[in-house]
């Protein structure tokens, strides 16, 4: 990093959008962050699996949850269900669905590089 930098999702350096989702990615330091908005109904398997063409998420995700509630399905069976305020950890293998009527925000350090791009 060559110094102080600041940057803002309204002005994002990417925009990719699939059915029911919404990312916004921007370049930090050399760091990709994205933003990604998923309305009720989302849910990876149906929306981004057609694209990546993986059986399940493939991506890491380092994540702070800003609204509504994530259900995950890792493939080894463990679920978690990740609400406004959490931080989560997500390793590749993962299935990824909203719960309720509210969209899920969440704010992405790690794993929005390659997310919903063909393999």
């Known amino acids: 990093m060559t110094g102080a930098e600041r940057r803002a999702f309204t002005q994002p350096d990417q925009v990719r959008e699939f059915p029911l989702a919404r990312l916004e ?25 057609p694209v990546a063409q993986t059986a399940s998420c493939q991506s890491a995700h380092l994540q702070y949850h800003v609204s ?17 305020g959490d ?9 990824a669905w909203v719960v309720g009527d509210e ?13 919903a791009q063909a393999g």
Do not use: Y
């Open 103 to 115: 969209p899920v925000v969440v704010v992405d350090f790690q794993g929005m590089v390659n997310w």
């Open 87 to 95: 931080v989560s950890s997500l390793p590749p293998g993962h299935d």
């Open 25 to 49: 990615t921007v370049n930090l330091g050399g760091l990709i962050v994205g933003r990604a908005t998923l309305q009720p109904g989302w849910r990876w398997s149906t929306s981004i699996q």
């Open 68 to 84: 509504g509630v994530l259900k995950v399905l890792m493939d080894d069976g463990t679920e978690l269900e990740c609400r406004a």
